[in-house]
């Protein structure tokens, strides 16, 4: 009797400890996310290098249990997959791959030409002279279809392109578009294209409802589409705060860019209930702010009030997509948990932030079946 008690006891030790008690509180709820909207459109998530490698059963069983699409939130960038030329590390990327095939989920490339966190090789000689135009399409060219023919067939879509119109409305002045010209845009499809005709090819952009950002996207990508060039789909990063953006504008641009016979994604969401040093910033991971003890108020939990405003505020954002469940393919959250949101470290370094659907303990929030109630019934 003794031996079987002791027996239970280390069970049930193991388990804790191996993070299955999660798996076993999510078979109990009623529904999962996916299962809510399976339907209307993909819910995904993206996961960092750390849960690829394996350290964190816990939050991979989430994953398993609440998603059906996922995207990596670092190791395919050029920095990470490319660091040297002529050398690419796809050591994590291909773990991630495996991941998804393993567990039956969608899996987006993210991303492949982007002016932030490409390495400067790129874009120098030897001698650390800028390069030419043809050196710059070629190392373009030779990045893309390498990374691209790896997976091919096993990745359903690529963000090609990533946030190349400022919120203006005009071209960002990176050094792609310096060296090469407006051009690299188009090439950078056509090459994709090259390398796995079948994929799904997206363009991924932040802060999509302000009016003069939304006008400069539908007018590249209308001026790629009479280039012969197809964009499968427009992915929304959807960094929102409690109060901004305006629901109705980022409604506006939904309409925008289904007008122009593209697919919506929703790429990035999460709600930050943090105060905001620049509420026009966006997702500019360039710009960082001095901390400030005023802008990290919720150190050890959040007060009532902010709860519903956060509560509220993903309602009426998830009901904005059901409305609009024939435009919209997937849903994706940047994290599962709070614990490894960027925006505990963005735009302020050391903050604690509470802006995804499961928390540090990785709970479901009530938030969770809130949305899953909300889209049964719609």
Known sequence: MKRGVLLYFFMVLWISLCGYNHTIVAQERAMSLKDAFREKFLIGTAINSYQIMGKDPVTMAIVKNEFNAIVAENCMKSENIHPVEGVFDFSLSDRFVQFGQDNNLVITGHTLIWH???????????????????????????????????????????????????????????????????????????????????????YNDYSTAIPEKRAGIVAMIKKLQQQGVTIDAIGMQTHLGLKTPDIAAFENSLKAFSQLGCKIMITEMDISVL???????GAEIAKNYEYKQQMNPYQESLPEDVIASFEQRYLDFFKLFNTYQEDITRVTLWGVTDAYSWKNNWPILGRKDYPLLFNRNNEPKPIVDKIIKQSISE
């Open 275 to 281: 105060p905001f040093p620049d509420e026009n910033l």
């Open 116 to 202: 932030s966190q490409t390495p400067s090789w790129f874009f120098v000689d030897r001698e650390g002279k800028q390069v030419s135009k043809e050196v710059l399409i070629a190392r373009m060219k030779n990045h893309i279809q390498t990374i691209m023919k790896r997976y091919k067939g096993k990745i359903k879509g690529w963000d090609v392109v990533n946030e190349v119109i400022n919120d203006d409305g005009s071209y960002r002045k990176s050094k792609f578009y310096k060296i090469i010209g407006e051009e690299y845009i188009k090439l950078a499809y056509e090459f994709a294209r090259e390398a796995d005709p079948k994929a799904e090819l997206y």
